[in-house]
């Protein structure tokens, strides 16, 4: 007996005299009332068996043959995503280092595969909220932005924690790699950022967007790129980058964005922007949480690259 002959049948039926001489895959097709394709594609699996063997598609059915049609075989489930570092924790919250490449909760086409699957593959609490494909998730990261991400465990921890991000109460400061090196050193971007009015996947400065302000500072003068401590007072989508690219100087490997081929030279495969420190006063307990997470390996390659340009060049 075959796999398919163990499993509950989606079909079962005796050929009869009209039927017989045909080519199985038709008479599937027309029981099942699909086109002929999907009933080839059941016969390649090996769902469809006459007389309890597996059959080519072209096989031609006897009178009185019994014809089964197994259910597909339930698809294995996607592996979990890598464990995410978790570098604080307590019963109502953990700050995690999010890694590039990682989409913090599932939406925009992607479903699975997020930090919100590893963190409970990993067994973190993650308290629920208004989205259910969002849980724990107060604040994100974009896919692309490795570093400090809080989330919470318990609708408290939630409650707090929105207040304190809505209160500017939470103190996020960014590393980024950018295109030239900025005029004035430092200066704060205050403008507002709105969906971009063509590419809706985009965002813009435009003074019907939400209030946005933005100050850095360049820490590393590289003469074609800089690197910069970059401190958020509001948390829009995308506001690092929009904002250095509204000045002139994109993150780093950001073509989204504007930026040049610079980033690619370097060998970043994303933009240069990281979530380097993060400080608040825990919203449940009061404790104060400060972390810092140092540069991955790519952007201190990276760095290291500019540097030895430099060098070289004295």
Same mark, same amino acid.
């Given at each position: 007996?075959?796999?398919?002959?163990?499993?509950?049948?989606? #079909?079962?039926?005796?050929?009869d005299?009209?039927?017989a001489?045909?080519?199985?895959?038709?008479?599937?097709?027309?029981?099942l009332?699909?086109?002929?394709?999907?009933?080839q594609?059941r016969l390649?699996?090996g769902?469809?068996?006459?007389?309890?063997?597996?059959?080519a598609?072209?096989h031609?059915?006897?009178?009185?043959?019994?014809?089964r049609?197994?259910?597909?075989?339930?698809?294995a489930?996607?592996p979990?995503?890598?464990?995410?570092p978790?570098?604080?924790?307590?019963?109502?919250?953990?700050?995690?280092?999010?890694?590039?490449?990682?989409?913090?909760?599932p939406?925009a086409?992607?479903?699975?595969?997020?930090l919100?699957?590893?963190l409970?593959?990993?067994?973190?609490?993650?308290?629920p909220?208004?989205d259910p494909?969002?849980?724990?998730?107060?604040?994100?990261?974009?896919?692309?932005?490795?570093?400090?991400?809080?989330?919470?465990?318990?609708?408290?921890?939630?409650?707090?924690?929105?207040?304190?991000?809505?209160?500017?109460?939470?103190?996020?400061?960014?590393?980024?790699l950018?295109?030239?090196?900025?005029r004035?050193?430092a200066?704060?971007?205050?403008?507002?950022?709105?969906?971009?009015?063509?590419?809706?996947?985009?965002?813009t400065?435009?003074?019907?967007?939400?209030?946005?302000?933005?100050?850095?500072?360049?820490?590393?003068?590289?003469?074609?790129?800089?690197? #910069?401590?970059?401190?958020?007072?509001?948390?829009r989508?995308?506001?690092?980058?929009?904002h #250095?690219?509204?000045v002139?100087?994109?993150?780093?490997?950001d073509?989204?964005?504007?930026?040049s081929?610079?980033?690619?030279a #370097?060998?970043l495969?994303?933009?240069a922007?990281?979530?380097?420190?993060?400080?608040?006063?825990? &919203?449940?307990?009061g404790?104060?949480?400060?972390?810092?997470? &140092?540069?991955?390996a790519?952007?201190?390659?990276?760095?290291?690259?500019?540097?030895?340009?430099?060098?070289?060049?004295?």
């Open positions: 007996m075959s796999d398919d002959e163990g499993r509950d049948p989606l #079909l079962e039926r005796r050929v005299a009209q039927e001489g045909q080519r199985v895959d038709a008479l599937v097709a027309r029981w009332d699909e086109p002929r394709a999907a009933a594609r390649a699996a769902e469809v068996t006459v007389g309890g063997a597996p059959v598609k072209s031609v059915v006897a009178v009185g043959a019994r014809v049609v197994a259910r597909p075989a339930p698809a489930p996607p979990a995503p890598p464990p995410v978790i570098r604080w924790r307590d019963a109502h919250l953990a700050v995690v280092a999010k890694p590039a490449g990682l989409v913090t909760h939406g086409g992607v479903a699975e595969g997020t919100v699957e590893a409970q593959a990993q067994g973190v609490p993650l308290a909220g208004e494909a969002r849980p724990g998730i107060v604040h994100r990261l974009d896919r692309g932005t490795s570093g400090l991400l809080v989330v919470v465990s318990s609708e408290e921890a939630r409650r707090g924690l929105t207040r304190l991000l809505a209160q500017r109460q939470v103190q996020r400061r960014y590393w980024a950018v295109d030239g090196v900025p004035p050193p200066a704060t971007i205050d403008a507002p950022i709105a969906r971009h009015p063509r590419k809706r996947t985009l965002f400065t435009t003074a019907e967007g939400r209030p946005a302000v933005t100050r850095y500072e360049v820490e590393v003068d590289h003469g074609r790129a800089a690197e #910069l401590s970059v401190r958020l007072e509001t948390g989508t995308h506001q690092v980058r929009v #250095l690219s509204a002139g100087h994109p993150v780093c490997a073509r989204v964005y504007g930026a081929p610079l980033g690619e #370097l060998g495969a994303r933009p922007l990281h979530a380097a420190a993060l400080a608040f006063a825990h &919203p449940v307990t404790e104060q949480v400060s972390l810092t997470e &140092p540069l991955p790519d952007l201190q390659q990276a760095r290291a690259a500019l540097a030895g340009e430099a060098a070289s060049e004295a």
